[in-house]
Structure formats: structure tokens, C-alpha cells
């Protein structure tokens, strides 16, 4: 631990700390382009430069390429230094055009603050400068290879951290050039951060091209809502649109970087279709009306038929306080028909999640210090991208990656993939919990037993499972499975792929409630009269499409508050429009169980860009913002309680009411945010049903995730439409052999629930045996929803 | 001494009134005779044109964020050959204090001030102006400067074809 002075402040800092990092740990912002925490030093830009006075190293040397030493004494500010850095500045801006007017990194630009901070005003250098030509990186991220001041970030974060192979470095001197090496889209689902990390405008958010200023943007600290991680994101709005998303840095969870799902979804918030304004029936009614509506028949409701013809749906997209000011509602009317995900299987997954001891659970941070990770029909890219990094940064440190998954897992690393079939995950997870045993039933029971001694061995082992591949019942055998595996001295924490933001709080307050079974159920038999959805689309997310629309014909009133055109508000007789997530503050737990709250970022109203059809402002005065008539669902449950919408009270009132939540009245939007206290109750699984013995023509079908295209909110966007695939099935070739057909030919899909004609795909990597068909809204497969019970299928020629 | 300075002070101003009653009075008759402003000074603002005849703003939010009064707003957009532009550009004169602040912020010289003065009206929204209204054809007080010939990213030439510039590198070569 050594101690050294700068700038007349001692501080001891970690040893391998360099002299950067330890003089920002004194809030002393030493100038540089090429230094990142997450990437490291490289010594290339030369702005770093410090004057040490004392101890091992003497002169002007680069804070970021010099470990602290005891004895050091440094001057990050004296006359030579600041002489040397404006030098460097000059140099830097010998060749850089002179175009910050028309450049979208102007105002939050590195190389211009530095600038103006070395003094650097008239370039006296009167030689040409040097020139490129720009490539087309596809529909994210703008190239102005004219700007570039070779700092290697880009390369570093592109190849180093994310791992993509198609975006590096050519040319030699000053002549460097970084990009493909020809046109074309950028591969990596993690392109997005170039535009984060490029101190200048050579990479810029296409998307964002033109839009806005740094300084006329609203800005709050706010989480991702597009997978279960819980990403620290910063949404940037102007002229009531979103229009950017940047990362921001929480060390637990994404650390600096987001995925290019969570960086480009935000088009739903601004999505022209999206409801705006309460509907009765299908005719425009003022909110006051709509609530009047709205309690007239809830009351007439409990008085004909009781109280428990009415039932409440919430999802994993509603904010905990929405979530459980639902739960308060639902009591005061008295109606214990209450649950928080329209997928029974997920729905029972996340109470499985919820139920593990939270110093056992995984975060990000664990996996990417982890030495062995274990993956169980997880598939990171697609449910939940950012974990695919976290898995690179443990296996660039030396960790083992095991996957084990019928499909062909997609990982920026290589790793050890197992192909197993959907019906020997089971029997691995049995061995996984047995590693001491010697003797096994069977070969997977057997390989599931290595790997239990293999995490045994290991330091910080990880256990990853995805609840849609494994179930409830798998989930909770992977939960023992990692407290069987626990090393001596620590443990083997494990992570639980979830469906939504806050399936993890849904799962928490739902008790011993009933699943959206139940509820159909009700409804079907004609008990239940009347469902509210809140922020939850069953229509879509059940995953039997007709039995769910058929029961929610069958109901007197059909109640949704949204914030998006989903499939279950074309059906509503009564809709309430809410706000989207960066319309109002609130709280999400993520897989993990870690409560992280969010901030508002802008009110909700129309945007701009749709109001004015691209022109102007309109030439008239009015009292309020067309479009705004959207409310956070709490503050309307807040209003139907009878009581005052402030979230400070809603928050103070759930940590009261459930210790478990200890904390969340004290959250920040900007801190790193902190786990539930105490697990809830492990709910009663009924086993597995045995699955069917395959005939020699069916396969059996896995309906999965997609990394573009599956997710709702995402899916809405605009600019991820470019990236998103047309339905496709992808077989083992073995079975494309057998069933005599041929790759790229659409073949037809037959299943119970119906039948599709789809593009045929191989690859190897999958398990024999298997059809892997991705969910894709919008398209002919979008009644297939991942995570439901194993289902059978038969492939033909179409 | 007293006495005598408040005399003084009680008939000196009445010597002042009856000397310039019999000089020439230094006010016009406005609005049937009209003063010229000074060279430099600061009324209407108007967005200019480059040599070229294309329009000079690119919108870069510069002058809005200079305004101290805020009431200068527009969008940026980009031109199908990559030019940058206002898709709309609007001056809420009911707002400006005429202090010239976004003319000196302004880095294409396309805002600029005019001698024009004479704004005042009965209806508010006269007053706020939109783009058609602002774009002048001319370059006003600069007839030479051209944003994109020296900006050093192509758009109005080749990339690497302005004066100053070398031609693009080959990316395949490492010969030096």
C-alpha cells in the first residue's frame, strides 16, 4: 500500500495503482485522451504528463504508464507540465479539422475541452493536413475518420473488452486509420459504446445524428429496461423525445459499458402509435371520466358478484412501487386475484430467484472476477447481453466458461460449449449437486458431476442458469446445484436469467399468490369478471395465445394502463395511458435482487418532431403540452388508494410494511444501489412433467430469445428494425439430412399451436434432435413465446 | 458662497433654454425622416448566405446557447449530400435584448445584425420570426468566408479537396 503526496495531499492507495487513478481518487482530474478505467493505460496520447519532484521516478513522466510508490511527491500542475501538455494539445490539433459547428460530439468533446483548457487558440503549423475517407458502420454509429487523434480506444473497447473481430486498426505513423477493413455494419451487439468511449467525434450515435446539444438535453441518472440486469444507463430527451441513451458507471452491475439493445430501445418512448391519452371503448374520454368509469364498475363489480370477480394483472415492466400500490388496491377491494407476470412458468421462475439467500446471488461485478462460470440453458447475447461481457472480462482474466445449452450459444469469447438436449439439462443439474458422489445413473448426470467438482476446485465459481431453458424446477435444482458446489471457504454464487426488469420485485410481493393460470382459470369458468392490467400484456406474453384472448373475451371489462400499443390495449374497454420508464421516477430490482431507483428524465408529451411534422413549433399559444396526458401508473393507483402520489411516502410506506426492502426509502438514482435484505419463501414447484418420447419425425421445440426483436419495449424502436431478423428455424444438420431437406429453403413448422412456414437454417453447433425457432414480435412466429412447457414439433418441406 | 451658488443654480437653466432657442433642434421628424444607424450597429438579425448562394447555417446551437435571454430555437437536420442545416431556425424578437451576443458566437458568420429597427407592433407573434423570414440572399458583412471549404470534411468539395488539405490516405498501403 503505498503513500504518496500530490499536489500537497497525501493518499495510500492499492498496490498496481497508477499515479492517474490515484490522484483521482483525490478528486484531481489529471488531462488524458487514451487512459480508461476499464481499459487501462497505454501511454499513446501523451496528455497524462506529471512533474514528480520526489522518489523512485523523477521529471515529467505519464501519471498513467507509473505505479504509485511510497515517497512519490508530484506536481500535476506546474509550469512544465502545463507548457508540455498545451505542446501535445498543439500537435494533436495539427490535423484535426476544423469543423466542431457541424461535429455531434461538440460540447461533451474531449479534445475541445482540452483545448481550451491547454489555451491552444491559432494553429501555427500552415502544412496540409491529412485526410481520409469514412466508412458506412452500419445503421448505429457515424464515422469522421477526419477527427481522430489515435488514442486506440476504440480498438481497445471494440476488440479487447467487447470482443468483436471486424473493427481494428490499419496503417502505419500518422496515418493510422481505424475501421473495417471494408463498408458494412459493425458485428459486435456491443458497438454502441465506440460512441462512449471516442474522446472526439469520430464515432458518433447515428441515430442521434444532428438531434441535439449536450447542453440542451435532459439528463437523469436512470436503469435499462430491456433484460433483467438492470443496466446504469443516462437517457439524454429534447423537445419531449428520448433521443439518446449513454452507459453510465455502476462498478456493480454494467460497469461502464450497455449493449446495443439497452443503448438503442428507447424509440418506444416515442414510439407515433404509442396511446396517449384514457380510452373508453375506443372513444377519447378526460381522465377524470375514465376513473369515474373505472370505479363505477369495479364497485358495481364487488357488489353483484363479490369482490373476487375482480383480478389484477402487473408485469415485469411496472416499477416496484406500481407493483405494489397493485398489491394495496388489490386488497382494498379485497380481491386476493392478484399476480405479477402474465407467463406462469417465468412467473414461477423469478419467485424460484427470489427465493436464493442474496449474498449468495451473482452481480456482474462477482462474474467478472469470477475464475469458473458454469451456464445452464443460458444464452447470454439474447437475454441478457451485458452478462456476455461480464463473462469476456472473467475468461480475458484466465476464468473457464462452461456452456451448457441445447442451442448454439453465442458467446465473444471461446469457451467450452457442451451441446446437450433440452431433456439432459435436468440430469446434468442432478449431477451438479451430487459433485462428491462417485457412481452416476447416467453419462449427463456423470458430466454434470465434473463440472460440480470442477467449481469445487475453483476460487470464485459462478453458476449461470436461464429460467426459460430450465424452469421453475430447473431453477431451483440450479440454486442447490451452486449451494452443493460451494468451495471451502467461499461460495458458489449463481444468477438467474429473468424475464423483465423487475420480475425479481414481482416475485417478491406475489407471496403465495396465484399464477395467470389460476386467473384464466377464473375466467374461463366465469368466476372472474374483470381483469386491470397494469403495464402487463397477456395477450403476448401467455404463451397460449388463443385460450388467453378466448378467456379475456369472455370477461365484462378489460381494464389496461400501457405506455405502448401492446397487443392486450387493442382489446381494452378501458385504457389508462401510463408513462415510460424515463417519464417518472420509481425502483427496479434486478435478477440479482439489487434495488436500483430511477429518476425522471422529461415530462411526457408528444414529441416535437411528430406534433410539427418536422417543422417549427406551431404559431399558437396553448396551456399544456399536446400529448401529455400520460401518468405514472402509481401516482393513478396512488389517486384510486385515496391517498397522496409522492413516491417518498409509497417508498417509506413498502419498506414499513415489508422489512425485506430495507433501504429503498434511502436509494439514490445515482448510487450503486443495494440488495433486498431477506430471500421470500421458496414457492411449492409441482414436478416436471416427463416429456414426451420423440417419434422419429418430431423434434422438440425451443422457442428462445432473440437479441433483437423478442423483447416488447425494444422491439418498438425505430432504429433496431435495421438489425432484426426475419423468423427462421434452425436445425441440427444431422436432422436436416434425415428430414431430406434444404438450408436457406422455407420449411414448414407444425406444432399444437399451430403452423408456420419459416427459413430454414443449420448449424452445428445445436443439439441433435432440436428446432430452435428465435421469438420475433411482428412477424408470423410471434405467437410463439419462449419459456413455456416443452412442446413437440414435426419439420416438413414447405 | 452659499447664496451666491444658489442663484446661480436657479438661473442658469433658464440661460441654457434661451441659448438653444435659437439654435438649429438636433431632433428629426421620425417616422417622415429617419436617422441612419451607426456602421456597427445592432437591430434586426437576419441569417446570411455563403459565396455560393447556399445557406451558411448549420445549426450548431451555438448562438441559442449564447443567448442570454433564450430566445433563439431551431433543429438540426442533414442534407442528403451531407450538409448540415436548420430544419427550422426561429428568433422570438419580442424576447431579444438586440445584444449581439449570438453574432459573436455564431463560427459560419451566418447570423448576423442589421441596421434594422423598426420591429415595434401591435400583434406578438409578427415578432417571431421563422426561417423564411431570417434568410437573407447575400452573405451580408463577410462576402468571402465559406464554412465547408475550410471545416476540412468535405460536403461543398471532395474530402480532401479543400485548399490546405492533403488527398485522402490509402488505408491499404503502408508504404510511407
Redesign the interface.
Known amino acids: 500500500m503505498p503513500t504518496l503526496t500530490i499536489d500537497n495531499q497525501t493518499i495510500t492507495v492499492p498496490e498496481g495503482t497508477n499515479v492517474l487513478e490515484a490522484a483521482r481518487q483525490l478528486g484531481i482530474e489529471v488531462p488524458h485522451f487514451c487512459h480508461h478505467e476499464a481499459l487501462g493505460s497505454v501511454g499513446a496520447c501523451r496528455l497524462c504528463a506529471v512533474e514528480f519532484l520526489e522518489g523512485p521516478v523523477k521529471g515529467i513522466q505519464m501519471s498513467c504508464m507509473v505505479l504509485a510508490k511510497d515517497d512519490m511527491v508530484i506536481d500535476t500542475g506546474s509550469d512544465g507540465v502545463l507548457a508540455y501538455r498545451a505542446q501535445v494539445i498543439e500537435w494533436l490539433m495539427t490535423n484535426h479539422?476544423?469543423?466542431?459547428?457541424?461535429c455531434d460530439e461538440?460540447g461533451e468533446c474531449q479534445l475541445q475541452d482540452m483545448t481550451v483548457a491547454g489555451g491552444h487558440g491559432v494553429r501555427r503549423y500552415t502544412g496540409?493536413?491529412?485526410?481520409?475517407?469514412?466508412q458506412d458502420l452500419g445503421p448505429f454509429i457515424a464515422h469522421?475518420m477526419?477527427r481522430c487523434i489515435q488514442c486506440y480506444r476504440c480498438v481497445r473497447t471494440y476488440q479487447e473488452y467487447c470482443g468483436g473481430k471486424d473493427f481494428g486498426v490499419?496503417?502505419?505513423?500518422q496515418?493510422l486509420?481505424f475501421?473495417r477493413f471494408s463498408d458494412g455494419p459493425l458485428e459486435s451487439p456491443f458497438s454502441g459504446n465506440l460512441v462512449d468511449v471516442c474522446p472526439t467525434g469520430v464515432l458518433t450515435d447515428k441515430t442521434y445524428?444532428?438531434?441535439?446539444?449536450i447542453?440542451?438535453l435532459q439528463e437523469a441518472p436512470s436503469i435499462c429496461p430491456h433484460c433483467s440486469l438492470g443496466c446504469a444507463v443516462i437517457p439524454g430527451a429534447r423537445?419531449q423525445e428520448l433521443q439518446r441513451r449513454r452507459a453510465r458507471t455502476n462498478r456493480r452491475t454494467n460497469g461502464h459499458f450497455i449493449c446495443d439493445r439497452g443503448r438503442f430501445g428507447y424509440g418506444y418512448v416515442n414510439h407515433p402509435d404509442r396511446p396517449r391519452a384514457p380510452l373508453l371503448g375506443h372513444r377519447r374520454v378526460t381522465w377524470q371520466e375514465a376513473l369515474a368509469a373505472l370505479q363505477n364498475h369495479l364497485h358495481e363489480f364487488c357488489e353483484l358478484y363479490g369482490s373476487g370477480s375482480i383480478s389484477m394483472l402487473s408485469s415485469s415492466r411496472a416499477s416496484l412501487e406500481t407493483q405494489f400500490l397493485t398489491k394495496r388496491w388489490a386488497n382494498a377491494l379485497g380481491s386476493g386475484q392478484l399476480c405479477f407476470e402474465a407467463h406462469p412458468r417465468r412467473d414461477q421462475a423469478a419467485r424460484v430467484a427470489a427465493s436464493q439467500a442474496p449474498d449468495c446471488s451473482a452481480s456482474m461485478e462477482d462474474i467478472r472476477s469470477c475464475d469458473m462460470a458454469v451456464l445452464v440453458g443460458a444464452d447470454p447475447l439474447a437475454e441478457a447481453p451485458m452478462l456476455a461481457l461480464a463473462l469476456r472480462q472473467a475468461a480475458r482474466r484466465g476464468a473457464r466458461i462452461v456452456v451448457v445449452d441445447p442451442r448454439p450459444v453465442e458467446l465473444p469469447i471461446d469457451c467450452e460449449r457442451h451441446a446437450a438436449a433440452p431433456e439432459e439439462l435436468p440430469r446434468i443439474l442432478q449431477g451438479l449437486t451430487r459433485p462428491q458422489q462417485n457412481a452416476f445413473a447416467s453419462a449427463s448426470e456423470e458430466f454434470g458431476g465434473a463440472l460440480g467438482r470442477a467449481l469445487l476446485e475453483a476460487k470464485n465459481p459462478v453458476l449461470i442458469g436461464g429460467s426459460d431453458l430450465l424452469g421453475p424446477q430447473g431453477c431451483q435444482m440450479l440454486l442447490k446445484a451452486a449451494e452443493a458446489c460451494s468451495p471451502t471457504g467461499s461460495t458458489c454464487r449463481s444468477m438467474l436469467l429473468l424475464a423483465g426488469p423487475n420480475s425479481f420485485g414481482g416475485a417478491m410481493l406475489s407471496d403465495d399468490g396465484p399464477g395467470f393460470d389460476a386467473l384464466l382459470e377464473g375466467m374461463e369458468q366465469g368466476r372472474i369478471k374483470s381483469l386491470v392490467c397494469i403495464e402487463a400484456d397477456p395477450v403476448a406474453d401467455y404463451p397460449d395465445r388463443k385460450r388467453c384472448r378466448a378467456a379475456l373475451a369472455r370477461l365484462d371489462l378489460l381494464v389496461v394502463f400501457d405506455c405502448a400499443a401492446t397487443a392486450t390495449v387493442q382489446e381494452a374497454d378501458l385504457f389508462f395511458p401510463t408513462t415510460a420508464l424515463e417519464e417518472a421516477a420509481g425502483t427496479l430490482v434486478n435478477n440479482e435482487g439489487r434495488m436500483q431507483a430511477f429518476e425522471k428524465v422529461f415530462s411526457a408529451g408528444t414529441p416535437?418532431l411528430q406534433s410539427?411534422a418536422?417543422?417549427?413549433?406551431p404559431?399558437f399559444f396553448s396551456r399544456d403540452i399536446p400529448g401529455s396526458h400520460p401518468q405514472p401508473a402509481w401516482t393513478t393507483l396512488a389517486r384510486l388508494l385515496g391517498r397522496d402520489a409522492e413516491l417518498e411516502k409509497v417508498r417509506r410506506e413498502l419498506e414499513k410494511i415489508d422489512p425485506r426492502f430495507d433501504g429503498l426509502a434511502g436509494l439514490t438514482a445515482d448510487s450503486e444501489g443495494c440488495r433486498v435484505v431477506a430471500p421470500r419463501q421458496a414457492p411449492a414447484l409441482v414436478a416436471a412433467p416427463a416429456s414426451g418420447v420423440t417419434a422419429s419425425d418430431q423434434l422438440h421445440l425451443l422457442v428462445t430469445e432473440h437479441l433483437y426483436g423478442s423483447e416488447l419495449l425494444s422491439d418498438l424502436s425505430p432504429c433496431l428494425q435495421a438489425v432484426k431478423s426475419d423468423p427462421y428455424v434452425w436445425l441440427h444438420p444431422q436432422d436436416v439430412a434425415r428430414l431430406k431437406l434444404v438450408e436457406g429453403k422455407p420449411v414448414r413448422l407444425c406444432t399444437s399451436l399451430g403452423e408456420w412456414t419459416l427459413e430454414l437454417r443449420i448449424n452445428g453447433d445445436i443439439s441433435p434432435g432440436v428446432a430452435v425457432v428465435p421469438r420475433l414480435r411482428g412477424t408470423v412466429v410471434e405467437t410463439l413465446v419462449p419459456g413455456s412447457e416443452p412442446m413437440l414439433c414435426r419439420i416438413e418441406k414447405a | 458662497m452659499g447664496l451666491w451658488k444658489d442663484i446661480k443654480g436657479t438661473f442658469l437653466p433658464f440661460w441654457v433654454t434661451l441659448r438653444y432657442l435659437f439654435r438649429r433642434p438636433v431632433t428629426v421628424c421620425y417616422p417622415e425622416r429617419k436617422q441612419p444607424p451607426a456602421p456597427r450597429y445592432r437591430g434586426r438579425l437576419v441569417l446570411t448566405r455563403d459565396p455560393d448562394g447556399e445557406e451558411r447555417c448549420v445549426a450548431c446551437y451555438l448562438c441559442s446557447a449564447a443567448c442570454p435571454v433564450d430566445c433563439i430555437s431551431m433543429q438540426a437536420a442533414e442534407r442528403e449530400d451531407g450538409r448540415r442545416y436548420a430544419a427550422w431556425f426561429r428568433i422570438n424578437f419580442s424576447r431579444c435584448i438586440f445584444c449581439g451576443l449570438c453574432t459573436e458566437a455564431c463560427p459560419t458568420l451566418a447570423l448576423q445584425t442589421t441596421a434594422e429597427y423598426e420591429l415595434a407592433t401591435r400583434e406578438l407573434l409578427q415578432v417571431v420570426c421563422e426561417k423564411d423570414e431570417l434568410l437573407i440572399d447575400g452573405c451580408g458583412k463577410n462576402t468571402e468566408y465559406n464554412f465547408y471549404r475550410l471545416a476540412g470534411i468535405g460536403v461543398v468539395a471532395p474530402r480532401g479537396g479543400n485548399p490546405g488539405e492533403t488527398p485522402p490516405e490509402d488505408i491499404r498501403t503502408n508504404m510511407p
Open positions: 479539422p476544423h469543423d466542431c459547428p457541424v461538440g496540409p493536413k491529412r485526410t481520409y475517407q469514412n469522421e477526419n490499419m496503417g502505419t505513423r496515418r486509420y475501421g445524428r444532428y438531434k441535439s446539444r447542453w440542451d423537445y416535437l410539427a418536422g417543422d417549427h413549433p404559431r
